[in-house]
Every structure is written in C-alpha cells, then in structure tokens.
C-alpha cells in the first residue's frame, strides 16, 4: 500500500511539473500576426517589426506584421479585439490610444482588458521645413497666436501625437491652427516635408531620417526636458517658451487580450523579462530613432503608460472631440 502510495504521489507530482512546464512553454506552431492599427514606416510599425524579429528569435517561430490603418487605429485594434483570444493575433500602438478608444466610443475593451507589453516611448516633435520662416520655436509660437489663417499642422489622426502634442499646447495658451489629417504618422510627416503643411507634431521617431537628411528642422519637443537626436544634436523642450505645459512619456508596445490563454500570457511574461527588457537591438533602435527605452509588462506597464493616457483621454473629452467620460472607464484624470 505504501509503495501503491508512493507511485500515486510520485505521478501526481510529475503531472503538476508538465502542467507547470507547459504554462512556461507555450510555443505557437504557426506564425504569430501582429496587427499594426497604422500605416508602414510611422512610429508603430517600425519598431513594431524590431520587436517582431526579437520574439521570433526567442519563440522560434515567425511573429508577421500586418498593417491595417483606419479610424485612428481603431480599426487594426478592433479586429484583434475580435480575432479569437488564444494569443496568436496581437495588437501594436500606444497606450494612449489603446486606452482611450472606449472614450472615442470606437471600441469597448477597456486598458484593463488587455495584457500590455510596453517597450519605448516617444516623444511628440514640433518641426518645420527646412527652408521655413520660422527659425525657434518662438518664432512659430507667435505664428500660432496671431489673428488670420490658421497654421496648418500634419496629423497622423485624432489620437496621433501631433493631436495630443497640439491639445497640450492649447491647455497653455490660445493658437489658432488647422490640423490635417492623415492615415498615420508616416504620411503626416512626409506632407510637410513636401510643403502641403506648415508644421507636424508627430514622434520623433517618424521625423529622425528627415531630420538627418535635412528635410526638416526640429523646433522643440513635447517634454520638460530636451531631447538629443543622434546625427543632429540637441532639440530644446517646449517647456522654455510655455513652463506650465504638462507631458508625461507616450509608450508603445504590444497587447494581447487579457483573457487568453494563460500558458500564452506566462510565456509572453517571461519572454519580455528575459529577452525584450534586456535587448541591446531595440535599446539601438531607441538610441538611434529618438526615442526612450524602458520595457515592462503587467502592472509595471500600466503604472508607466497611465500618466499619458490620463493626458489623452481627458483632453479629447474635455475638448469635446471624444463623447464618453474617461472615469467611467477608470482613467484617471490628470492633476
């Protein structure tokens, strides 16, 4: 009986263990699409597909981009939403923006419907063409508060960050601008590289190869500390013209529907702590694109993310460009 008993025990205790290793081991047997909700070459996608090519490497199996712009991201985020949940169609963006959709009323899952995957933050950049009038900040700034035609700014959409960088502006002081929209930051920046808008606002990160190429000159970027762009220098923070504009860091990442599978969220967990928190490839990326790199996922990721999305989602409704109160959907507002 003893021995019976014994053998009973020893095959209980191994069949936790391989419950136990297959929680930690979740390997997709087919290729893993991650929906970038933007068009190819913004912010989003490309250091989405640096990411992509660093759980491939660590899954060994191919994690595939696919673009699906639309409604200022809500389309892309809206069919993993309704993909179904076992962790082999993932979403790409900002918190910002993933966040406040129920606000815009576009789409129901709230921040605590998702598992968040956060990687970089960037930061929204006030540039111009480079043969603009306007020489500083300054000089634009009193372009903006002056009476007349409005300015034009290019907008990758109502949730870019040329939306929030221009509505955080106008919590400071009073301008006068017309934002054109566009399907993602890549072709925002390019029109006022070709002139069709007198300024953008979006990532740094979308603008840097402009930059370098000397399409576009940096004026100041959303934040109260400057920002140094390899291969350009120093951009000074808007904060020198206006003090009392508030930012916090705008993070990127990648999500999966919180109810999926849970052996699919412990490997993604461990995977991000292991492998992306520690990735010198997407630290280069950062370095290089302008942006700050600071992977987390779970909680951490939410703590980090909340400051923005608070900024965002208030400023949209209080604005009245989104209809739905964002406490009702637990975002807190900004002190």
Same mark, same amino acid.
């Given at each position: 009986?003893?021995?019976?008993?014994?053998?009973?025990?020893?095959?209980?205790?191994?069949?936790?263990?391989?419950?136990?290793?297959?929680?930690?081991?979740?390997?997709?047997?087919?290729?893993?699409?991650?929906?970038?909700?933007?068009?190819?070459?913004?912010?989003?996608?490309?250091?989405?597909?640096?990411?992509?090519?660093?759980?491939?490497?660590?899954?060994?199996?191919?994690?595939?981009?696919?673009?699906?712009?639309?409604?200022?991201?809500?389309?892309?985020?809206?069919?993993?939403?309704?993909?179904?949940?076992?962790?082999?169609?993932?979403?790409?963006?900002?918190?910002?923006?993933?966040?406040?959709?129920?606000?815009?009323?576009?789409?129901?899952?709230?921040?605590?419907?998702?598992?968040?995957?956060?990687?970089?933050?960037?930061?929204?950049?006030?540039?111009?063409?480079?043969?603009?009038?306007?020489?500083?900040?300054?000089?634009?700034?009193?372009?903006?508060?002056?009476?007349?035609?409005?300015?034009?700014?290019?907008?990758?959409?109502?949730?870019?960050?040329?939306?929030?960088?221009?509505?955080?502006?106008?919590?400071?002081?009073?301008?006068?601008?017309?934002?054109?929209?566009?399907?993602?930051?890549?072709?925002?920046?390019?029109? %006022?590289?070709?002139?069709?808008?007198?300024?953008?606002?979006?990532?740094? %990160?979308?603008?840097?190869?402009?930059?370098?190429?000397?399409?576009?000159?940096?004026?100041?970027?959303?934040?109260?500390?400057?920002?140094?762009?390899?291969?350009?220098?120093?951009?000074?923070?808007?904060?020198?013209?206006?003090?009392?504009?508030?930012?916090?860091?705008?993070?990127?990442?990648?999500?999966?529907?919180?109810?999926?599978?849970?052996?699919?969220?412990?490997?993604?967990?461990?995977?991000?702590?292991?492998?992306?928190?520690?990735?010198?490839?997407?630290?280069?990326?950062?370095?290089?694109?302008?942006?700050?790199?600071?992977?987390?996922?779970?909680?951490?990721?939410?703590?980090?993310?909340?400051?923005?999305?608070?900024?965002?989602?208030?400023?949209?409704?209080?604005?009245?460009?989104?209809?739905?109160?964002?406490?009702?959907?637990?975002?807190?507002?900004?002190?």
């Amino acid at each position: 009986m003893v021995i019976k008993r014994l053998a009973y025990l020893a095959a209980a205790a191994a069949l936790t263990v391989s419950f136990s290793a297959s929680a930690q081991e979740w390997k997709p047997s087919e290729p893993v699409t991650i929906i970038v909700p933007w068009a190819a070459g913004g912010s989003t996608d490309t250091v989405t597909r640096v990411v992509a090519g660093e759980l491939s490497e660590a899954f060994g199996q191919n994690f595939v981009i696919l673009n699906q712009p639309g409604a200022s991201g809500s389309v892309g985020t809206r069919a993993v939403w309704e993909a179904e949940h076992d962790g082999m169609t993932m979403a790409a963006g900002a918190v910002a923006d993933l966040g406040a959709y129920p606000v815009f009323g576009t789409l129901d899952a709230t921040l605590e419907d998702w598992r968040l995957y956060i990687h970089v933050a960037n930061p929204g950049l006030v540039s111009v063409p480079a043969d603009s009038e306007w020489q500083d900040f300054g000089d634009l700034l009193e372009a903006l508060q002056a009476e007349g035609e409005p300015i034009t700014v290019s907008s990758g959409g109502l949730s870019s960050a040329t939306a929030i960088s221009m509505q955080t502006l106008e919590k400071a002081t009073d301008i006068n601008y017309r934002q054109i929209v566009y399907e993602g930051g890549n072709p925002a920046v390019i029109s %006022t590289v070709a002139g069709e808008t007198q300024f953008t606002a979006q990532t740094a %990160t979308e603008q840097v190869d402009m930059i370098r190429a000397g399409r576009l000159r940096p004026l100041a970027v959303i934040a109260d500390q400057p920002l140094e762009l390899e291969g350009f220098g120093t951009v000074p923070p808007v904060t020198e013209w206006l003090p009392e504009v508030k930012s916090a860091p705008n993070y990127f990442g990648i999500y999966i529907p919180a109810d999926a599978p849970q052996e699919v969220l412990d490997a993604m967990d461990k995977v991000w702590a292991e492998k992306i928190a520690t990735s010198e490839v997407i630290k280069k990326h950062a370095a290089e694109r302008g942006a700050l790199f600071n992977a987390a996922h779970g909680d951490d990721a939410v703590a980090a993310a909340t400051p923005f999305l608070s900024i965002n989602a208030w400023q949209q409704f209080e604005s009245g460009a989104a209809p739905n109160d964002p406490s009702e959907f637990g975002i807190p507002k900004p002190e």
